[in-house]
């Protein structure tokens, strides 16, 4: 029973730990399948966890938080678009720049305005998103083996974690059971077609970013002020590169996209159980060769693991409307 509570306990923390990368994973989905590559998802994780910070630390209120680094990530997304869908200019060095623009910003206005090193103030209890206890997770938690994984697993997280597990199967309907879904994948292997039917490539692909900027803004508010009690510097810690890993991996499919998060997020929970333990003949390993697991896995994986995967034909490619 002991190593049934710690596997639950484990599971919970990878539960917990994925949740960003759910997001940030199923954000760069519609992206990429409108045929724009966002490797700016990381700065837009961070953009928004400091909005969100901020705006919780000034109002007191978390719903205004999350207004604020789905803003920020809109604001992010419409710069991207409009360097690579208006400007027609590379999307890897519109990506890039953007995280770069968020890690400075990020670190310089938390200086000017909190000044704490780059830190918002620390959230209370009623600044931040709190766990949510579902019906009747109290009466079971007793109950063997099936109480604790209701009360424990299942029970217990914020509003976002339920909503990134609820935005898994609503982006495997949209895509797959739409017509606009049909259309955004369309824009992004053949947008020429697309265009001849008279459907705007243009349009459709700020949709595409619309959406994504919605998902990946929940997901830094996720990382500031539910997952976290504030802000602090580069806290996205690589998340938005590690969605874009899992995406390629999963061959840009929402269901496989999930596992491959929820896998990521094993190990990352791993890791935390790891340190400090003594191992046999090799004794304690250090903090940091645990800590890199989850990178280990992104490279492993893209290098040997992923077999063929096919991007949309059109992605990163800007579209110019023939006359």
């Known amino acids: 029973m002991h190593y049934y509570t710690d596997l639950i306990l484990i599971l919970d923390s990878t539960v917990r730990l994925a949740i960003p990368l759910i997001l940030a994973c199923l954000a760069g989905l519609y992206s990429e399948r409108a045929g724009i590559v966002d490797i700016g998802l990381e700065g837009k994780l961070l953009g928004a966890a400091f909005g969100a910070a901020a705006m919780s630390a000034v109002t007191g209120s978390p719903w205004l938080g999350l207004l604020?680094?789905?803003?920020?990530?809109?604001?992010?997304?419409?710069?991207?678009?409009?360097?690579?869908?208006?400007?027609?200019?590379?999307?890897?060095?519109?990506?890039?720049?953007?995280?770069?623009?968020?890690?400075?910003?990020?670190?310089?206005?938390?200086?000017?305005?909190?000044?704490?090193?780059?830190?918002?103030?620390?959230?209370?209890?009623?600044?931040?998103?709190?766990?949510?206890?579902?019906?009747?997770?109290?009466?079971?938690?007793?109950?063997?083996?099936?109480?604790?994984?209701?009360?424990?697993?299942?029970?217990?997280?914020?509003?976002?974690?339920?909503?990134?597990?609820?935005?898994?199967?609503?982006?495997?309907?949209?895509?797959f059971s739409t017509r606009f879904g049909l259309r955004l994948r369309a824009v992004g292997?053949?947008?020429?077609?697309?265009?001849?039917?008279?459907?705007?490539?243009t349009l459709l692909r700020y949709q595409a970013l619309i959406i994504t900027a919605v998902l990946v803004g929940i997901?830094?508010?996720?990382?500031?002020?539910?997952?976290?009690?504030?802000?602090?510097?580069?806290?996205?810690?690589g998340r938005g590169y590690i969605a874009l890993a899992a995406l390629i991996f999963a061959k840009w499919k929402p269901w496989p996209a999930l596992a491959t998060c929820l896998l990521f997020g094993f190990l990352d929970a791993l890791q935390f159980r790891l340190q400090g333990i003594q191992f046999p003949v090799i004794g304690e390993v250090p903090v940091q060769a645990?800590?890199?697991?989850?990178?280990?896995?992104?490279?492993?994986?893209?290098?040997?693991?992923?077999?063929?995967?096919v991007a949309p034909k059109a992605a990163g490619q800007p579209y110019t409307k023939e006359r």
């Open 219 to 237: 997901g830094g508010t996720y990382l500031s002020i539910a997952q976290s009690a504030g802000f602090n510097n580069n806290m996205s810690a």
């Open 68 to 175: 604020a680094g789905i803003g920020v990530a809109l604001g992010m997304s419409g710069i991207h678009g409009l360097a690579s869908i208006n400007l027609k200019g590379n999307q890897i060095i519109s990506g890039v720049a953007l995280n770069f623009l968020a890690a400075g910003l990020t670190t310089f206005l938390g200086q000017s305005w909190f000044h704490r090193g780059g830190f918002t103030p620390q959230l209370s209890q009623s600044q931040r998103f709190g766990p949510i206890s579902l019906p009747y997770a109290d009466q079971v938690k007793d109950v063997p083996i099936l109480g604790g994984l209701y009360s424990e697993l299942i029970s217990g997280h914020n509003i976002l974690a339920y909503v990134a597990f609820i935005a898994v199967p609503v982006t495997a309907w949209v895509l």
């Open 290 to 309: 645990i800590q890199v697991l989850p990178y280990i896995l992104t490279v492993v994986l893209l290098a040997g693991f992923i077999g063929r995967a």
């Open 189 to 201: 292997e053949n947008p020429k077609a697309l265009d001849t039917a008279g459907m705007s490539v």
